[in-house]
Nanobody, 122 residues
């Protein structure tokens, strides 16, 4: 089994920055990409960004393009989400996920983290 643990959430003012981290442990699971989903209040969970392990190719939803940056450290089995120019609409529970590229829908996610809360105040 694969376990994912997120860290780095918190409260920040609009225009501020946060960096989320996700550490993977365990063995026996297969996945070729990792990414971040979020669930905003009253909304369904949505994929925010994904990264393909072999090539480092990145993919984002339009809403965060140019503001968020996903990255990975293969040896540490970690991914990160640098979030800049945060807006109140980015307030959500952010979940780390591992599964099959492009990791855009929940059906291809094999493993989830427990989530970390990001709150952006105006």
């Amino acid at each position: 089994q694969v376990q994912l643990v997120e860290s780095g959430g918190g409260v920040v003012q609009s225009g501020g920055s946060l960096r989320l981290s996700c550490s993977a442990s365990g063995s026996g699971g297969f996945y070729n990409s990792m990414g971040w989903f979020r669930q905003r209040p009253g909304k369904e969970r949505e994929r925010v960004a994904s990264i393909f392990h072999d090539t480092g190719f990145e993919d984002y939803i339009d809403d965060v393009g140019g503001r968020f940056k996903i990255s990975q450290h293969i040896a540490k089995k970690e991914i990160y989400l640098q979030m800049d120019d945060l807006r109140p609409n980015d307030t959500a529970m952010y979940y780390c996920a591992a599964g099959l590229w492009p990791l855009t829908v929940e059906e291809v996610v094999g493993y989830w983290g427990q989530g970390t809360q990001v709150t952006v105040t105006s």
